[in-house]
């Protein structure tokens, strides 16, 4: 695999240091140096540029620490011989209350606020049966076609031969 390395320099720089540095990273890697003369204005410029990006980068990654730095404002739990019940919040508008009964089935709801900022709230139920989410943002099942219907019904008035045996 051939390597290549491209090297800017400033005008009236120390060429003599740089050509000795590719040379001798040319001889450790195989790669081909090739250098690219920059006046002073275009590594003033590049500075800037530099510096106005990291300045957007740190604004824009100061506020997605909001969820790491949440902290709880009601925490509850409320344990009794046939059950319990617990509550939770938070800062980041994170909410959580849940009771559940001897037999552990468990009936909560929870609700959040997604990146986008839209609120997303369920409601579930977990019993012997399983897990039964309700929320209107969960995907449903299409409407069964008609001519599906159509067949289960021919299906189930008309039994195949080895199902009567």
């Known amino acids: 695999m051939e390597m290549n390395m491209l090297c800017f320099w400033k005008k009236n720089s120390d060429y003599k240091s740089a050509t000795k ?15 690219i003369s920059l006046p002073k204005q275009t590594t003033a410029n590049m500075f800037k540029y ?15 620490d ?3 730095h949440a ?8 344990v009794f011989t046939d059950g319990f019940n617990s509550a939770l919040e938070t800062t980041n508008h994170i909410h959580v209350l849940q009771a559940g ?3 552990g089935n468990i009936k909560g709801d929870y609700s959040y606020v997604s990146p986008e ?5 369920v409601s579930y139920v977990a019993d012997e049966s399983g897990y039964h989410p309700q929320s209107e943002l969960l ?13 289960l019904e021919y299906i189930a008035a008309h039994p195949s031969k080895e199902s009567k045996n």
């Not at 540095?21 to 250098?35: C, D, E, P």
């Not at 530099?50 to 997605?64: H, K, N, T």
């Not at 902290?71 to 409320?78: A, R």
Request: hydrophobic share 50%; net charge negative.
């Open 21 to 35: 540095f590719s040379k001798q990273y040319q001889k450790q890697t195989g790669a081909l140096v090739q250098f």
């Open 50 to 64: 530099v510096l106005l990006f990291a300045c957007i980068a740190y604004a824009a990654a100061s506020g997605a």
């Open 66 to 68: 909001d969820d790491a």
């Open 71 to 78: 902290e709880v404002t009601l925490q509850k739990l409320e």
């Open 101 to 103: 009964d001897a037999a």
């Open 117 to 121: 900022g839209e609120n997303i709230a």
């Open 139 to 151: 995907p449903t099942a299409p409407p069964t076609p008609a001519a599906i219907l159509k067949a």
